[in-house]
């Protein structure tokens, strides 16, 4: 009778121990799919980040490059602006010019006439001398 109460007793610690060591087991397999869990999110959320801030980058280049085209517009209308202004002052020197050339050649005429007019005068008054 106490033989098979302490074998009784013997195979319950057997038993519970045995409990105690899958509880543990569990727990621990428990601990490691957290861990690895864990493990995974940071991964992701690092992963995100960086995503982030490679738009980030690549947003700050379109920026950048959309500010470059607009400088090289803005270079590229004054350029055009300062040949037009070119252009127009060339004109207005080509047109004062002529304006010049033309005065030249009227003053000439008027003296031309003028001459004649004396030539002319001279010869009737000799011719009724």
């Known amino acids: 009778m106490y033989n098979n109460n302490n074998n009784n007793n ?3 610690n057997n038993n ?3 409990n105690n060591n899958n509880n543990n087991n569990n727990n621990n397999n428990n601990n490691n799919n957290n861990n690895n869990n ?3 999110n940071n991964n992701n959320n690092n992963n995100n980040n960086n ?3 490679n738009n980030n980058n690549n947003n700050n280049n379109n920026n950048n490059n959309n500010n470059n085209n607009n400088n090289n517009n803005n270079n590229n209308n004054n350029n ?3 040949n037009n202004n070119n ?3 060339n004109n207005n020197n080509n047109n004062n010019n002529n304006n010049n050339n033309n005065n ?3 003053n000439n005429n008027n003296n031309n006439n003028n001459n004649n007019n004396n030539n002319n005068n001279n010869n009737n008054f000799n011719f009724k001398i």
Do not use: A, P
Request: charged share 0%; aromatic share 0%.
């Open 80 to 82: 055009n602006n300062n």
């Open 16 to 18: 519970n121990n045995n």
């Open 104 to 106: 030249n050649n009227n």
């Open 51 to 53: 995503n982030n801030n």
């Open 87 to 89: 252009n127009n002052n």
């Open 38 to 40: 864990n493990n995974n």
């Open 10 to 12: 013997n195979n319950n």
